[in-house]
């Protein structure tokens, strides 16, 4: 039966619904949606030079002509049993197909009279190879020589590779021999050369296949993400490309010109989701380019003319749900006469695409110091254009880059111990632009930070101080004296400078490294707060199988177009860290909270200090996916003994999937407990059956003071003036004439947290405030070296 499949999602898809402006020199033209989803995907050309492509879905071998590429008609359907893997390969005119966890033997179509009749047979035999005698059953892929030769891979229970011959009969292959050393999980064969994909071992092997009876193994390469996956060499064999099929894998390039020295010569993913855990597939070779299925990423065309620089020169997506996961294109075959690639999507079903293949631009050249001349290792290398890019010097200082479109650019060199450095450059496609650039060193600085108690002005010791900028990081504690010694490289941007030490408040200011000041002097006022950018000591434990708690910078996992777990901290507080639970990967089921719980408790706290303790803290909770409705659930609690689960009082519990952060503000902690000593906060998330998608963060956590001091405390006429107090972007502290001793200013919002602080040093007579603030009201706080406070000011944003 022929079925005209052109419909309206096709032309929609045509016109661009699914392109994105990710997509270059590749457009698709048709797209027939598969309910039950695609797997793996070949082509076939009839003796009248008729096109095809042959997909495998989760119920059939599917055959469409493509005599109009933008109007597939679907030909013929081998309906066989259900699987998530169907593999597909012709020679001569039949189209072979396996499949694996189920059963349907060897598929074989007859294409001899297409497309008017088309027809199938299940076929298997029995073999007896490494002491074992089995009918063939399930394989995981097929490949067909240029001899003919038929290799069957991952077959059950023989694992490796079982060779046939089809020329005798291409309808009842002849058995030849096998190579069952370890699990081929993909292989190519050519010019007796067989390359093995051994997944399980993470290794591509080598060998000689022209007897096949008895295998030799000549060479195995390790492939960088030790999961591989399928290769495929060039035409002359030089080289060969590889797949890991593991999260944030690459596309490698190996010279095997010498088996005895074997070389990684580059390797490749793509930049524009780069850490997202984008994983690729299948990578097919063709006259110097590299078409690979990236799973969720879509179709990749690589220029690999030069495969020790390896540029990206096409791009299509075909799936735009999850950024990672085993979802979007299965697989691509590039190969039809007319240059029309199909491809397989998981989800999506067949797709027919129209490349353009151009030549990449090069920029290539070696990094020195102008001073030494000495070669500069993992300089980063931006050219400054629309699509992304990025590459770093090697140990020899050389860099290898380069662009899709030609023209004229900016190109950024970068390495955090040098200043930047930015040159132009002209790009022309199949051109190799030479460039050596230098790169002048910074200067470094020793800077003192001297951290005391608020008022007494006695040292602290074992207090975190952090150093930061958007580029640069840098930690230290500090010695009985109060002071720590950080070693700074000049930077033009600004650093940050924050200390805190548990039972006191965060301090911060900020420090100008290209106009440094011989102390820095910051001053903590007893108190509980932790916007955890230190190691404050809170403690994680838990049951479950993934998803413990850390405190790290979040990835951030989405479902679809929401995320789950969070992609950033808490808004406006002290540095880029927050509690995560599990921050190991972005798939969301990657690294969630699984099969049990997980547990995160504070130190110790004395609240006796406090006329009213109130509890601020900020949650994150998203529960989705599953089968059944979500179950699971974040609770905070309360201890008083130290013992979990002894002296606990609940006080607050997240169950509905709400990703999003979420303010607790001012929990009465007198509500909960009659003692305010040796008192912990315990948050508690769980993966309850059945599982299902679980993830919860904490944030800025303050205890701030709900009876504070009234009129009672006097407080002395201040010396420093705001003006305005009311201010749209920000407003100026003005010093009184004559002073000059320090002077230290906070502001806080209205839960007590202090959001911005700074400070008078010598002789500057004024200082900004509240650029970086969001509108709202916020009160100053204004005190000496010695804790002396002054009357207080209250300032609007607006």
């Not at 998530?84 to 189920?102: C, L, Q």
């Not at 080289?239 to 894998?249: C, I, K, L, S």
């Not at 990236?294 to 220029?303: A, R, S």
């Not at 509500?671 to 998330?685: E, P, Q, R």
Request: aromatic share 10%.
């Amino acid at each position: 039966m022929i079925r005209y499949s052109l419909c309206l999602v096709a032309l929609l898809l045509a016109g661009g619904i699914f392109a994105q402006d990710g997509d270059l020199n590749m457009k698709i033209v048709a797209h027939i949606p598969a309910p039950e989803g695609g797997s793996g995907i070949w082509h076939y050309v009839d003796r009248n030079g008729v096109e095809y492509a042959a997909i495998g879905t989760r119920s059939a071998l599917v055959i469409y002509s493509l005599e109009n590429p933008a109007q597939p008609i679907e030909r013929y359907r081998a309906t066989g049993v259900t699987t998530t893997w169907r593999e597909v390969f012709s020679y001569g005119d039949y189209i072979y197909g396996a499949t694996d966890a189920s059963s349907d033997g060897l598929i074989i179509i007859d294409m001899r009279k297409a497309p008017d009749t088309i027809r199938h047979t299940f076929w298997s035999t029995t073999v007896t190879a490494n002491n074992q005698t089995d009918s063939i059953n399930t394989c995981h892929t097929l490949f067909v020589d240029e001899k003919g030769i038929l290799s069957l891979n991952g077959c059950s229970p023989w694992q490796g590779v079982l060779f046939f011959d089809l020329n005798q009969d291409p309808e009842n292959p002849v058995f030849l021999g096998a190579e069952t050393k370890r699990y081929c999980h993909d292989n190519f064969v050519r010019n007796d050369t067989m390359y093995s994909s051994d997944i399980y071992q993470g290794l591509l092997s080598l060998w000689d296949v022209s007897n096949p009876q008895k295998p030799v193994e000549m060479a195995t390469i390790t492939t960088p993400f030790q999961f591989t996956h399928n290769s495929w060499p060039s035409d002359d064999s030089r080289y060969v490309f590889t797949t890991d099929e593991r999260e944030n894998a690459y596309v490698a390039a190996y010279d095997i010109s010498d088996y005895s020295d074997i070389r990684l010569v580059d390797q490749w993913r793509p930049k524009d989701t780069e850490g997202t855990g984008v994983i690729p597939h299948n990578t097919r070779y063709l006259n110097g380019y590299l078409v690979t299925s990236y799973y969720t990423d879509g179709v990749k065309i690589v220029d690999a003319h030069r495969p020790e620089n390896l540029i990206e020169v096409g791009s299509v997506d075909t799936y735009f749900g999850n950024q990672s996961g085993f979802h979007g294109c299965w697989g691509v075959s590039p190969y039809l006469p007319s240059g029309t690639i199909v491809a397989s999507d998981i989800e999506g079903g067949l797709f027919v695409i129209e490349p353009e293949y151009v030549r990449a631009c090069y920029l290539e050249g070696k990094v020195t110091d102008s001073l030494t001349n000495e070669v500069i290792a993992k300089v980063g290398v931006t050219i400054d254009a629309p699509r992304k890019n990025a590459e770093e010097t090697n140990l020899k200082g050389l860099y290898k880059t380069g662009y899709a479109e030609a023209g004229d650019y900016s190109v950024h060199f970068n390495h955090p111990d040098y200043f930047p450095k930015t040159i132009s450059a002209r790009l022309d496609h199949g051109v190799v632009t030479l460039r050596d650039v230098q790169l002048v060193k910074r200067q470094t600085i020793q800077q003192r930070v001297i951290v005391l108690e608020k008022g007494s002005l006695k040292p602290v010791e074992g207090a975190s101080v952090k150093i930061f900028n958007s580029t640069r990081k840098v930690e230290a504690t500090t010695g009985s004296s109060g002071e720590a010694i950080v070693t700074l490289l000049q930077d033009q941007e600004a650093y940050a400078i924050a200390a805190g030490k548990w039972a006191y408040f965060h301090a911060s200011s900020t420090l100008d490294s290209q106009a440094p000041v011989a102390d820095v002097t910051m001053l903590l006022e007893d108190g509980y707060q932790d916007d955890f950018l230190f190691d404050l000591g809170w403690g994680a434990q838990g049951s479950a199988n993934s998803g413990k708690w850390v405190r790290e910078k979040p990835l951030g996992t989405r479902r679809g177009n929401q995320l789950v777990q969070t992609d950033s901290d808490v808004p406006n507080d002290l540095g880029d860290e927050c509690y995560v639970t599990g921050n190991g990967s972005s798939d969301p089921s990657g690294d969630d909270v699984d099969g049990g719980i997980v547990s995160l408790t504070s130190p110790f706290m004395d609240l006796n200090n406090y006329r009213e303790p109130l509890l601020n803290l900020s949650v994150w909770f998203a529960n989705s996916g599953g089968n059944n409705n979500p179950n699971d659930s974040l609770s905070l609690y309360l201890l008083t003994s130290g013992i979990i689960p002894g002296d606990t009082v609940h006080i607050f519990t997240a169950s509905k999937n709400d990703p999003k952060w979420t303010r607790i503000e001012k929990l009465r902690i007198k509500d909960y407990l009659s003692t305010l000593t040796n008192v912990s906060l315990y948050a508690v998330a769980g993966d309850f059956d059945p599982g299902h998608l679980v993830e919860a963060a904490l944030d800025a956590f303050l205890i701030t003071e709900g009876q504070p001091v009234g009129s009672e405390q006097v407080f002395a006429s201040s010396p420093v003036r705001i003006l305005p107090t009311i201010f749209h972007e920000g407003t100026t502290a003005h010093r009184n004439p004559g002073e000059t001793s320090p002077m230290y200013i906070d502001l806080l919002d209205l839960s007590g947290r202090v959001v911005e602080s700074t400070r008078f040093e010598g002789s500057n007579a004024s200082v900004e405030l509240g650029r970086s603030l969001m509108p709202g009201i916020y009160f100053v706080k204004i005190y000496d070296a010695t804790g002396k406070r002054y009357e207080a000011i209250r300032l609007i944003k607006l």
